[in-house]
Every structure is written in structure tokens, then in C-alpha cells.
């Protein structure tokens, strides 16, 4: 299964990121079931716990469960 980080962000809509959520391909609520939007900016999953990114431990957890 394919993942991308997409954004959060602080003042709801575009502006500076609050954190990064791990979602499944194509789809808009995060795996932590937080609603993003879905213009929201995204990574790669493979920048998932390098680059000192802000990032969603809830969505970290169940992201481990589901990749080798």
C-alpha cells in the first residue's frame, strides 16, 4: 500500500505546517483519523522519521504496522 505525509496546518488552511500526518494513497484523512484538506501539501512516506519534520506519533504507530 502506497502512503504520502500530508500537511496540517496552524491556522487551518495553508501558512506554516503544524505537523505532518501519514495518509493512505489518494486519501485525505489521516491514518491518526484526522480530516486533512485535500489541497494540502505533501511528501514522500520514505521522509517519514529523517529530515526533523513535525510529525504525527499517532500516525507513526499504525504507519509501522502497515509497511515492512
Request: aromatic share 6%; proline share 3%; with cysteine.
Amino acid at each position: 500500500m502506497e502512503h504520502v505525509l500530508r500537511a496540517e496546518y496552524e491556522d487551518g488552511s495553508g501558512g506554516e505546517v503544524r505537523i505532518w500526518h501519514v495518509v493512505r494513497q489518494d486519501e485525505t484523512a489521516a491514518m491518526c483519523g484526522r480530516e486533512l484538506a485535500d489541497d494540502a501539501a505533501t511528501r514522500s512516506a520514505e521522509e517519514w522519521g529523517s529530515s526533523g519534520l513535525p510529525l504525527c506519533h499517532s500516525c507513526g504507530a499504525l504507519y509501522l504496522r502497515e509497511v515492512p
